[in-house]
């Protein structure tokens, strides 16, 4: 019988903070997280346009390769390596800055370093492991799971609210609210994986848990 819980090709863990957290930077968590969050919006903020094509292609490449990377699947099935590693760092920079913003962690996201935010994609053979047309569907197939993780996003916020609360008097995460706004997390990094970075055909499953 399969294994129901074998794990899927996109991870993600974040260290539960197993000490008293600073009740300053939690306060004021909303305004020292906007120096960060502005460099994050730099690297995958809205498109520039100036005279030169060339240069305008250039501008582009903010944000993840997504279009890109389903129309070299569909035509070439093949997925450069180099726009897999700029996804992948992409994310794993973007997890840390929401990690901060979350209240989950209490050093300032680093725009390189792994710090406590562990995540794992592996690269895909495309010709062997993708089928060159469903990233024409992959979109449309994942609408259950954006309804759902709209609904648990909402859970999120009100969760972060809760803690954000505890952390000023306890100075401590509540546990349960910590697994579930990673559970939240690592949803939509699978999500994320299946229909926007294109790394696996193997659909989503509906759990938080790893």
Same mark, same amino acid.
């Given at each position: ?11 993600? #863990? ?30 995958? =903020? ?7 094509? #060339? ?6 490449? =903010? ?61 895909? #053979? ?28 909402? =859970? ?26 990673? =559970? ?27």
């Amino acid at each position: 019988m399969p294994n129901t819980l074998e794990a899927y090709p996109a991870t993600l #863990d974040i260290d539960y903070p197993d000490h008293d957290l600073n009740r300053l930077t939690t306060f004021f968590r909303p305004i020292v997280v906007i120096p960060i969050a502005f460099l994050l919006a730099l690297v995958s =903020g809205p498109t520039l346009h100036v005279d030169s094509p #060339d240069r305008a292609i250039a501008l582009e490449s =903010g944000g993840l390769v997504a279009a890109a990377t389903a129309l070299m699947l569909l035509f070439r099935q093949k997925y450069p390596r180099w726009w897999f590693d700029w996804n992948l760092g992409l994310v794993r920079f973007s997890t840390r800055v929401y990690a901060y913003l979350a209240l989950l962690r209490d050093e300032y996201p680093s725009t390189d370093d792994e710090q406590a935010v562990h995540i794992d994609i592996p690269y895909p #053979d495309a010709p062997r492991e993708l089928n060159r047309w469903l990233p024409l569907v992959k979109w449309f197939l994942a609408i259950p799971h954006f309804v759902v993780l709209g609904l648990l996003a909402v =859970g999120a916020c009100v969760g972060v609210i809760v803690a954000w609360l505890v952390i000023l008097f306890t100075a401590r995460y509540p546990r349960p609210v910590f697994d579930f706004v990673v =559970g939240v997390f690592r949803w939509w990094l699978r999500v994320a994986a299946y229909a926007l970075l294109l790394t696996t055909d193997r659909y989503p499953p509906f759990r938080l848990s790893p």
